[in-house]
């Protein structure tokens, strides 16, 4: 697994699978504390969203692409408005 410093979640970010990104997901939500849910997992698509609700707006897309034979961001909203619990 690839360990990328700074902003991993930028668009046009690569990640080799679907797990690798999911992992890397589940890193910095430790790392910070803030709640997340899976929103989509497909074969070839993965979403995760913010778990507290309301009007935060956290929320990272990843899709493959075949061309570069790679999954890569599509989307991202890195910045939570929320505040952490680490529930």
Not at 37 to 43: A, F, G, I
Not at 60 to 78: A, G, M, W
Request: proline share 2%; aromatic share 12%.
């Amino acid at each position: 697994i690839r360990r990328a410093m700074g902003d991993k979640f930028v668009i046009g970010s690569t990640f080799f699978t679907g797990i690798e990104f999911k992992e890397a997901i589940l890193e910095v939500t430790l790392k910070h504390g803030h709640n997340v849910v899976q929103d989509r997992w497909e074969k070839e698509k993965i979403s995760f969203k913010c778990g507290m609700g309301g009007k935060c707006k956290w929320r990272v897309y990843c899709s493959y692409d075949p061309d570069r034979q790679l999954f890569v961001v599509k989307t991202s909203c890195t910045h939570h408005s929320c505040s952490p619990n680490g529930k």
